[in-house]
C-alpha cells in the first residue's frame, strides 16, 4: 500500500495515485470528500479555505464504487488556478502576472532558500508552490481510500488537537471517547474547556502578525497484536509511523503512547503490567499500543507536535536574493494556525502506514483472500 502525489498549490489541480488496494473494497465517496472537507476546516485558516471546496474525483482503480485491485487515481481540483493562470500555467506565463508573484525574499521555515540554492530557481515560488502544505490535501485523499480498508477490519482512526501555543496540554491522555470530535468543532480541542484559551490565542496571534503550533494525538482502535515487526529496523511500525508523521509539513516531533512524560519515570509506573482474564489484557496503555515495533493489541496512540506557520503576517528577518539586502520575509495569504487540520492529515498517515501493515500480513489480491487470512489469525491467536 502505497501512494504518490504530484502538483503545485496554486497550479491546476493535485493528482494522487494510491497502489496496493486489495479488490473489492468499497468505497463512499462522501467520506472521502468529509475528510477533504475536515483538513479545510479550523478557526485560525487564512483566506485560501474560502476559494477551495476539496473534491475527490477518482478517474481509476474502482468499477461501480468498489476497488479493482488497480492503481487508483485521484484528481482534486485548485479552484484557486483560476486566479493564478497568468503565473502558473503549466505551458505559458504572463511575464506581468509572473513579476507580481515573484517570491525573492525566502521566509525563514519555510525551505525557501535552501529549495531555490539546491535546484537553481531564482523565483522561489518555483519552491514554495511543491513545498506548500496543499499537498496534504492528497494524502488526505489517499488516507480516506486507507481508512475504508482499516474498517472492513473495525479499525477506526481518530484524532483531536491537544495545545495550540501555550493553550490546552500537550501532555493530556485523551481516552478514546474523547476523541469523538464534531466535525464543526473550531479547533478540534480535545477538552471543551480548552477551546476558549485557544480560540483567544488564535485572535492574540493574528493581531500581532504572528502564527501558532500546537500539538495534537492521533489513535488507531481496534488495532489486531502483531502488526510491524522487530526483526529489521525498517520493520518496526513505530518508526514507520514516526516517518510517516514527521514528513507531514511542519511536524518536527513525533512521540508514541506517553512519549516525552515516560522519560521522567521510572519502570514499574511507565510500562503496562499483563494480566489474563479471557485473553491477555492490560489496564493502561502507556506505551500507545506498540512495544518492540509491534502492535500489541492496545490502542495505537500517537502525538504529533507542529511548530508554527512560519509565513508571518510581521515577516522575520531574511535577505533579498536578488540584492543581497536585509529584507523582511515575504507574506501572502496564509493560516495563522493549521493545527486542526494538521491532525486530519496525521489521520491520513497513520492509516496509510496501518493498512500497509495490515496488506503486509494478511497479504491477499481481493478483501476476501485478506479477510479468510486475518480471520485465520484470530482463530490461532485464541489459542495462544
Ligand atoms: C494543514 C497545514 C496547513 C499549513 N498552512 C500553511 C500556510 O498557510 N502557510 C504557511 O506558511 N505554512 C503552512 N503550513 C506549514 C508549512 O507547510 C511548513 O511550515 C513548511 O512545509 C515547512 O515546514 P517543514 O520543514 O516541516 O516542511 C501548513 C501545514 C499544514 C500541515
Redesign the pocket.
Known amino acids: 500500500m502505497n501512494f504518490l502525489t504530484a502538483g503545485e498549490s496554486h497550479g491546476p489541480q493535485l493528482t494522487v495515485i494510491v497502489t496496493g488496494m486489495p479488490a473489492g473494497v468499497r468505497l463512499d465517496r462522501t467520506n472521502i470528500d468529509r475528510d477533504l472537507m475536515r483538513?479545510q476546516h479550523g478557526y485560525g485558516?487564512?483566506g485560501?479555505m474560502k476559494i477551495e471546496r476539496d473534491e475527490a474525483e477518482i478517474t481509476a482503480g474502482i468499477r461501480g464504487g468498489e476497488t479493482l485491485g488497480s492503481p487508483i487515481a485521484i484528481t482534486i481540483r485548485n479552484a484557486d488556478f483560476d486566479n493564478w493562470r497568468g503565473a502558473m500555467d503549466p505551458w505559458e506565463i504572463e511575464e506581468a502576472d509572473a513579476k507580481k508573484r515573484r517570491v525573492h525574499a525566502p521566509?525563514p521555515?519555510?525551505?525557501d532558500l535552501a529549495g531555490g540554492m539546491k535546484y537553481g530557481r531564482r523565483d522561489l515560488r518555483d519552491v514554495?508552490e511543491r513545498?506548500?502544505?496543499?499537498e496534504?490535501a492528497s494524502r488526505v485523499a489517499a488516507g480516506a481510500i486507507a481508512k475504508e480498508l482499516l474498517l472492513q477490519f473495525g479499525i477506526e482512526i481518530r484524532s483531536g488537537v491537544l495545545s495550540i501555543g501555550a493553550a490546552g496540554d500537550a501532555e493530556y491522555t485523551p481516552g478514546w471517547d474523547e476523541l469523538d470530535i464534531p466535525d464543526d468543532s473550531p479547533v478540534r480541542a480535545i477538552r471543551k474547556t480548552d477551546e476558549a484559551a485557544m480560540l483567544a490565542a488564535i485572535d492574540a496571534a493574528k493581531e500581532a502578525g504572528e502564527?501558532l503550533g500546537g500539538a495534537i494525538v492521533i489513535a488507531a482502535s481496534n488495532v489486531p497484536v502483531g502488526l510491524g515487526s522487530y526483526v529489521q529496523w525498517n520493520e518496526k511500525l513505530d518508526g514507520q509511523i514516526g516517518q510517516a508523521i514527521?514528513s507531514?509539513?511542519?511536524?518536527?516531533a513525533v512521540s508514541i503512547g506517553d512519549g516525552i512524560a515516560a522519560a521522567r519515570k521510572s519502570g514499574s509506573e511507565v510500562h503496562d503490567a499483563i494480566r489474563f482474564q479471557d485473553g491477555y489484557r492490560r489496564d493502561t496503555n502507556r506505551a500507545g499500543g506498540l512495544e518492540g515495533g509491534v502492535t500489541n493489541g492496545q490502542h495505537v496512540v500517537v502525538r504529533a507536535f507542529?511548530?508554527?506557520?512560519?509565513?508571518t503576517r510581521k515577516g522575520i528577518p531574511s535577505v533579498d536574493i536578488e540584492t543581497r539586502e536585509p529584507h523582511r520575509s515575504q507574506w501572502e495569504?496564509?493560516?495563522v494556525t493549521?493545527v486542526p487540520?494538521?491532525g486530519?492529515?496525521c489521520e491520513a498517515m497513520l492509516a496509510i502506514v496501518l493498512a500497509g501493515a495490515m496488506r503486509k500480513k494478511f497479504g491477499g489480491d481481493s478483501l476476501a483472500e485478506m479477510k479468510r487470512s486475518f480471520q485465520a489469525y484470530l482463530d490461532d491467536l485464541r489459542n495462544y
Open positions: 483538513r485558516r487564512g485560501r521566509r521555515g519555510h525551505v514554495l513545498a506548500s502544505a496543499r496534504t502564527t514527521l507531514v509539513h511542519a511536524v518536527k507542529m511548530k508554527p506557520i512560519s509565513t495569504r496564509s493560516d493549521a487540520a494538521c486530519v492529515v
